[in-house]
């Protein structure tokens, strides 16, 4: 439990850092747009200390992290930005993709002792929740949940296409893909010919024809249903996304019922509360921790005014890369955002702890490569 002169102090000290954090940044070069992210995510710091303002009782101690993490993210992006300011975009290009290289590698090796039921990484990282081919076949990695495995198969998926332009990209693509499948995820699963789609045409062209993309996308998600029903039974957990059609009902499935009943339940406490409760939320508590929701997460949590900074600081990000969707950078920016926001309606991600971090290093990357770009197009207008 927090007493309020600690949210106070604690914000006003928050305050005065980012005042300071400001002023001595721009005289270190940090530009204005990572300036402009900065104030977004301060006002996010800001609306999760004023929702705990407000509910001085019952409060979690993981709140006062939640307060500090916009903060870490600002140190995120600002690292990103100084290497895309220091670095040329091929060295930038060739790091990141390495990374997913070593990353995919590591998964396989560690998921193909899952697959075979060897638990000879047990000892490093859980695999309580993965299952052999021989049984439920459900694949988490090192990762622990097979639902972040399959997210992070689908980011290396997107990498791995942009960044790789050669034909051998695509053997490690369908490695990926694969693994992806096999974690059992049903959101990655549904979620993996659309990133497809989308990463094949930024591949072909920055310039997306939406009403192309979207008749592929269903032409590709039509077939892949067909075969994920064909291959079902060896995959138990994403074969039950027949039972979405069989019923008709989204009920259908355990976890996504029991993700309802708790909605409701949270839902209930939330309208019971008054006019500051509906515009700031319940803040941090037992039964707000996890909802497996992004958008209901920042609403109970953070309110209606949460909730419509959290859709827009979404849509600034997106704006911001859709931009820049020349830069290869950006382009895995665009799909991330998408992924989340489409993710989100079953896990908490844009506002969760670990998916922003990786989206707002390469936001910060992009950023800085832009600004490298201008200071070396002012250096070439000077010279002549």
Request: aromatic residues 12%; positive net charge.
């Amino acid at each position: 439990m927090y007493s309020s002169p600690f949210v106070v102090y604690g914000t006003i000290g928050a305050v005065i850092g980012l005042g300071f954090v400001a002023v001595t940044s721009e005289k270190q070069g940090i530009g204005k747009r990572v300036l402009t992210v900065w104030g977004w995510l301060f006002v996010i710091a800001l609306l999760t200390a004023v929702s705990q303002l407000l509910n001085s009782g019952g409060l979690e101690l993981s709140g006062v992290t939640r307060i500090a993490r916009p903060f870490l993210y600002m140190v995120v992006i600002a690292y990103g930005y100084k290497i895309g300011v220091a670095k040329t975009d091929d060295t930038i290009t060739l790091s990141i993709l390495w990374a997913a290289y070593v990353v995919l590698a590591g998964q396989i090796i560690v998921g193909a002792t899952q697959f075979l039921g060897i638990r000879v990484f047990d000892l490093i990282y859980t695999s309580s929740k993965s299952s052999p081919y021989y049984g439920l076949l459900r694949l988490s990695g090192t990762l622990a949940n097979p639902n972040f495995y399959g997210w992070v198969m689908l980011q290396l998926v997107t990498i791995i296409t942009l960044l790789n332009r050669r034909a051998t990209a695509y053997p490690l693509v369908l490695i990926a893909a694969v693994m992806a499948v096999m974690s059992g995820s049903r959101t990655a699963t549904l979620i993996l010919p659309f990133v497809i789609v989308l990463t094949q045409s930024f591949r072909r062209s920055p310039r997306v024809r939406i009403v192309r993309l979207i008749g592929v996308a269903l032409l590709v998600g039509v077939i892949s249903t067909s075969l994920f029903i064909a291959v079902s039974q060896y995959l138990p957990y994403v074969g039950s996304i027949r039972q979405l059609f069989v019923t008709g009902s989204l009920t259908a499935i355990g976890s996504l019922n029991a993700r309802f009943i708790h909605w409701e339940m949270v839902a209930d406490i939330f309208r019971q509360g008054d006019i500051w409760t509906w515009l700031f939320g319940l803040s941090d508590r037992s039964f707000t921790q996890t909802l497996d929701n992004d958008y209901l997460y920042v609403l109970f949590r953070n309110g209606i005014v949460g909730l419509l900074f959290h859709i827009s600081f979404a849509i600034y990000l997106f704006r911001l890369c859709y931009q820049q969707r020349r830069n290869k950078i950006a382009q895995i920016c665009i799909v991330y955002i998408l992924s989340a926001l489409v993710m989100g309606t079953v896990a908490e991600t844009l506002a969760g702890w670990l998916l922003p971090i990786w989206l707002l290093y390469l936001i910060g990357i992009m950023i800085g490569q832009n600004q490298h770009r201008r200071t070396e197009h002012a250096h070439i207008t000077s010279s002549e």
